[in-house]
């Protein structure tokens, strides 16, 4: 066994495990999406095709919410393809760090979720791959089965809405968020994400605002770091 | 929602996430990127989370609430900040909210 097949599987079962409270949770709210998607009309093979899938908590969310207020098609995917922005400047940081043509660049690029991502950064701008494939990978598991969990089981859990399933989803991003806030640049960022987005809850689509969210990175061209 | 409906909304959000998620890797290829570039990627991160915190928890459609969930992710964040987990804090939000509406 060559050294470097060893190192990958080391990161690939620290991923697994650094990923296990995120799967775990990921478990509940794949399991309220799995309701929620029945509530829409969807049948049970569907909602869980769906998370087999597409695998992108925030745009199945984002999409189902949209059809279930109302929404056309399009607009339910146009608000898919915006919560899933993120994946986009995500994907660019992460690109230097993939080996292998294109087909295989884009095939490890389909591993980034947030928790993995934001994990498997190692600080200096590069990423283990192998820590983000093992991390996504238990949340991948988790995830397909907590819609199957939601998806067939909704009817006996009763209303989601009074079992408060609605909170998961931004205690999920909260918990992903504080790891991400060592320093006094990061958190001014933070602050001026969360200030860009709310401004532009009641003007925008649903989507715009978090891709917006974006530009408050900009920060980080100034030179100076004040954490060093 | 009708079944063909539902698989419309199912492939369409299926391809343009993988789209998404292949652009930059294969665009950029292997290529070094400058170090400005570097640091405005690392704080991509706390921007998009937070803005996803706080459009789930204070947005309802197109208009700003507090609510029952406001309230439980606000006591899940005083949980994790203290060094509890992930899971604890997700449950903690679930109690929460649950008990706040049903009184």
């Known amino acids: 066994m060559s050294t470097i097949a060893s190192t990958s599987r080391r990161s690939w079962r620290a991923g697994l495990r650094a990923g296990l409270p995120y799967a775990a949770a990921g478990f509940l709210l794949s399991l309220s999406f799995g309701v929620l998607a029945r509530e829409t009309g969807m049948s049970a093979g569907a909602t869980i095709a769906m998370s087999a899938i597409v695998f992108a908590g925030s745009a199945q969310f984002a999409a189902i919410s949209i059809v279930a207020a109302g929404g056309g098609l399009g607009a339910a995917v146009v608000a898919a393809a915006l919560t899933n922005s993120r994946f986009l400047p995500m994907g660019i940081a992460l ?21 993995s991502w934001a994990m498997a950064a190692q600080g200096d701008g590069s990423f283990d791959r192998w820590f983000l494939f093992g991390s996504s990978a238990i949340q991948y598991v988790t995830w397909v089965g907590g819609t ?25 991003f909260l918990a992903l968020l504080l790891a991400e806030l060592r320093d006094a640049r990061a958190r001014r960022v933070a602050a001026l994400g969360a200030l860009i987005a709310l401004a532009l809850v009641p003007l925008t689509p649903p989507g715009v605002p978090v891709l917006a969210a974006s530009l408050a990175a900009l920060l980080g061209l100034a030179r100076r770091t004040v954490d060093a | 929602m009708s ?33 400005w570039f570097l640091r405005v990627i690392r704080l991509m991160a706390p921007a998009l989370l937070a803005a996803l915190v706080c459009v789930s928890a204070l947005a309802d459609g197109d208009r700003l609430a507090v609510g029952a969930d406001t309230a439980g992710v606000a006591v899940a964040g005083l949980v994790l900040w203290r060094g509890g987990s992930v899971i604890l804090g997700v449950a903690v939000a679930v109690a929460v909210t649950a008990l706040l509406r049903a009184v």
């Open chain 1, 148 to 172: 199957v969990a939601g998806a067939l089981g909704g009817d006996v859990l009763g209303d989601p809405h009074k079992l408060g399933l609605d909170a998961i989803f931004p205690t999920f």
């Open chain 2, 3 to 35: 079944a063909a409906a539902t698989w419309t909304l199912i492939t369409g959000c299926a391809a343009i996430t993988a789209a998404i998620k292949a652009a930059g890797p294969v665009a950029l290829g292997g290529r070094e990127l400058p170090a």
């Open chain 1, 95 to 115: 690109a230097p760090s993939l080996p292998g043509g294109p087909l295989k660049r884009a095939a490890q690029g389909q591993t980034v979720v947030d928790s």
